[in-house]
DNA sequence: TATTGTTATACTCTATAACTATA
DNA sequence: TATAGTTATAGAGTATAACAATA
């Protein structure tokens, strides 16, 4: 029973966006016994980039399970590599980390043996961050795992496309 | 007072690794004074739509904070008012929440008499949301904010720039 | 006084297990 | 048994304040 005779409405998948952000009402019923509207959601810009976001990270993740980094690791470690010797405050400044939060990172990044922070001869206050050797023989396998996970998304949109991609994100967030 | 400023100059330094991510045709030696290389990082994808994903979201984040709504709520709301009288694993299910966490928000957006959770009539167990009209008002409001924050964005990337945007980004995460 | 690194803390977002009440 | 919702909790990630050592 309660078979809902108010729902058969059947609304298809594609919502109009630009008539939600009018304001004006849908009357979609709920009849959702497979697909639910998205509404307005798949026309913005950030829901599409966030959930782009979460599904890369999400096979980055997966891809370093292995040897147990994570992006932010990644990140680190990479920029510690191209700029031997920087101080702690570079990399923040470099990747947007909190002071605070590099420590806690670092920390663990030099329990496991990956990188070492070694007293300023010039500024006492600050370190200048290197990788160690089994850093460095770690990141070179760590950018073939990359590659493999950057490959497994840009087969699907082709080297033109990621060209396309990553000039229109970075147009998109330019100062 | 110190603390203050370090967020601004962190803010006008990270135009600097935007305006890297923004160097496609240059080889980006490392350029010294002060800049630091982010090696490899501005070439993939994951890194450029993580970039993208927090300036967008910081953005949406202040303008929405006059009505005090985050992404994930927006997100639900607007969810709940294209598909009046859904269940929560139904939202769960179109956004990816885990059910715990919907619960949470829900109770919150509840106490703001944003949304009603209604027992279903045929399944006792499940909530049927809706909007309230408070709901429905601020979503109204919410809308002209998204639409505003929208077009801060498109305009750096035109009408077109967002169609290639929208679909290389669903190219590339398609399953 | 200002800056570098640090400790402590808190808040958001996300993830899992176990519980309840229904089915 | 299975499902919808809930509770409790834990883990990342990110944020700020305060401190010591140094500039």
Same mark, same amino acid.
């Given at each position: 029973? &309660? ?22 009402? &849908? ?13 307005? !959601? ?5 829901? &599409?980039?966030? #959930?782009?976001?979460? *599904? @890369? ?11 147990? %980094? ?9 920029? %510690?590599?191209?700029?031997r010797g920087l101080k702690q405050a570079e990399v923040c400044e470099a990747l947007g980390?909190?002071?605070?939060? =590099?420590?806690?990172?670092?920390d663990e990044l030099e329990r496991r043996g990956l990188v070492k922070r070694v007293r300023?001869?010039?500024?006492? #206050? ?12 770690? !990141? !070179? ?13 840009? *087969? *699907? @949109?082709?080297?033109?496309?990621? #060209?396309?991609? =990553?000039? !229109?994100?970075?147009?998109?967030? &330019?100062?």
């Amino acid at each position: 029973m &309660a078979e809902e005779s108010m729902g058969l409405i059947r609304r298809r998948r594609q919502s109009n966006a630009a008539a939600n952000l009018a304001g004006k009402g &849908a009357e979609a019923a709920a009849d959702h016994d497979g697909s639910i509207d998205l509404g307005v !959601l798949p026309q913005l810009v950030g829901y &599409a980039v966030r #959930r782009a976001q979460l *599904r @890369i990270f999400q096979d980055f993740i997966e891809t370093m399970a292995e040897v147990d %980094i994570r992006p932010g690791q990644f990140s680190v470690l990479t920029v %510690i590599a191209a700029n031997r010797g920087l101080k702690q405050a570079e990399v923040c400044e470099a990747l947007g980390f909190k002071r605070a939060n =590099l420590v806690v990172m670092l920390d663990e990044l030099e329990r496991r043996g990956l990188v070492k922070r070694v007293r300023g001869a010039s500024d006492r #206050r600050s370190r200048a961050l290197h990788l160690t050797k089994a850093g460095e023989v770690l !990141l !070179l396998r760590l950018n073939g795992l990359v590659a493999q996970h950057e490959r497994r998304f840009i *087969r *699907r @949109i082709g080297e033109d496309g990621k #060209r396309q991609l =990553l000039g !229109l994100l970075a147009k998109l967030i &330019a100062v």
